[in-house]
């Protein structure tokens, strides 16, 4: 981002990581941090066009608050304080350093939401997970300045915004438990609906086989129901209208295969033509009067996006086919499936459905993540 404004909701100091001050300011001031050519930025009072302080690349600032107080940014406060560094090419990176277990109340309600309490075991699962996850990831991006974004391209995190009771009992009842596998702990992915069947990750992703993230059925054996049959998006229809359709694909489609780039002429036909062992869409292919092309594993949502918006498929658990006329022409694309997201490790929908069940935490966990250990640490 090229600007950042940052405040504190009680008295605030900005120092650099060397302990120097830059700037003080009392509960509710705010200040600006603007990115500088050729990678520096420059930390700016509210109505002053002139900086109190400049800074290079290898500058890194700090706002702390005093006592409990918060970190303030886009409307949102952050327990902790933030760090501000420059970024590449020419922006500015904001981290928020805060204690682990208070991290994990807002991922909690982020990622799971705030269920009936007939569901409290699935939030202590989604604790559970998500410790173990933020462990095994710790130092992952290193070398950008911080250890994980507050997106779903980790864990989605938003400070104290959306922090409750239910998510705080949450990780208070589970605190320090970790899964582990092979004595370390487990990258615990997890998503939000399966549709019925959990995936590998190797199907999914270009991962090496992981003995924990195995494909199970979403169920208590055969004949019972899905536990995920709870969610709105276990079973899910999209149509398009073949004009749109060539559109997005043309749009979207290059960047999962150039080849796309060059698709041109009618649409013959859209088709899976391989399948995971789960179930799951490997290869989905598209023939135009011009040729072929072919879209790989869990990256062909990012090509099928959803009529009319920019939203991604919802999983690669469907089918898919053309609807024609009467003279044989293509004239929509029709989807059916089930799930929304990657479908690896945890089910949350199915999680909850475990919940509702009557099932502990600690089943729900051996249920979606095997040859996998509960600990302390």
Not at 102 to 124: C, H, K, M, W
Not at 272 to 292: I, N, P, Q
Request: net charge neutral; aromatic share 10%.
């Amino acid at each position: 981002m090229p600007r950042v404004k940052v405040s504190g909701s009680t008295a605030w100091t900005l120092r650099t990581l060397e302990g120097k001050t830059v700037l003080a300011g009392a509960p509710g001031d705010r200040i600006t941090i603007l990115a500088q050519a050729p990678g520096g930025f420059g930390v700016f009072r509210e109505g002053v066009p002139e900086p109190v302080w400049s800074g290079e690349r290898q500058d890194t600032l700090e706002l702390v608050p005093e006592g409990n107080g918060s970190s303030g940014w886009s409307g949102n406060w952050y327990r902790g304080t933030f760090r501000i560094h420059s970024s590449n090419p020419e922006g500015l990176t904001l981290v928020n350093e805060v204690a682990f277990e208070d991290y994990l109340r807002s991922v909690l309600p982020n990622e799971i939401g705030t269920p009936p309490e007939t569901d409290f075991a699935a939030v202590q699962a989604q604790a559970v997970a998500a410790r173990s996850y933020t462990i095994a990831y710790l130092g992952r991006r290193a070398d950008l300045g911080f250890d994980l974004y507050a997106s779903v391209e980790d864990q989605v995190y938003g400070g104290k915004t959306r922090e409750n009771p239910q998510s705080d009992r949450a990780v208070a009842s589970t605190r320090g438990e970790v899964l582990t596998s092979d004595g370390a702990p487990i990258r615990a992915l997890y998503s939000s609906a399966c549709g019925g069947r959990t995936a590998n990750v190797e199907d999914v992703w270009p991962w090496d086989w992981t003995a924990y993230l195995r494909s199970v059925r979403d169920d208590s054996g055969p004949g019972t129901g899905s536990y995920c049959s709870l969610s709105s998006n276990f079973r899910w229809r999209e149509e398009w209208d073949v004009a749109p359709f060539m559109a997005a694909l043309r749009q979207y489609g290059p960047a999962e295969n150039p080849a796309a780039a060059r698709l041109t002429g009618d649409l013959l036909d859209v088709r899976v033509d391989k399948r995971s062992r789960c179930g799951r869409v490997s290869d989905l292919a598209v023939s135009t009067t011009t040729g072929d092309v072919v879209f790989h594993g869990d990256r062909t949502r990012w090509v099928l996006r959803r009529p009319g918006t920019s939203a991604i498929l919802r999983s690669t658990f469907f089918k898919i086919g053309v609807l024609r006329d009467e003279d044989g022409r293509a004239v929509k694309v029709v989807a059916t499936g089930g799930g929304n997201g990657h479908g690896i490790g945890m089910c949350q929908w199915g999680a909850m459905g475990m919940a509702r069940a009557g099932m502990d935490y600690r089943e729900i966990l051996r249920h979606y993540y095997k040859s996998t250990r509960l600990e302390r640490i």
